[in-house]
């Protein structure tokens, strides 16, 4: 999947951003590792802007 860079802003969201439910569910589990956190499948949902995600990642760093 490819998005355009000039489409992604802080208030877009996961769908307006092409993805599926399990397309979220691939996305917490690539950021988890990559970032060396846990975090829930269901972690990210469709209508989540990217600012929200941002602090679930955030809130999931914290100790």
Excluded: K
Aim: charged share 20%.
């Amino acid at each position: 999947m490819r998005i355009d860079p000039e489409g992604i802003t802080n208030d877009a969201t996961l769908n307006d951003l092409g993805l599926d439910s399990l397309a979220a569910v691939e996305l917490v589990d690539i950021l988890s590792g990559r970032l060396g956190v846990t975090l829930d499948d269901d972690a990210f949902n469709l209508s989540m802007t990217i600012t929200q995600a941002v602090q679930v990642l955030q809130a999931a760093q914290t100790p």
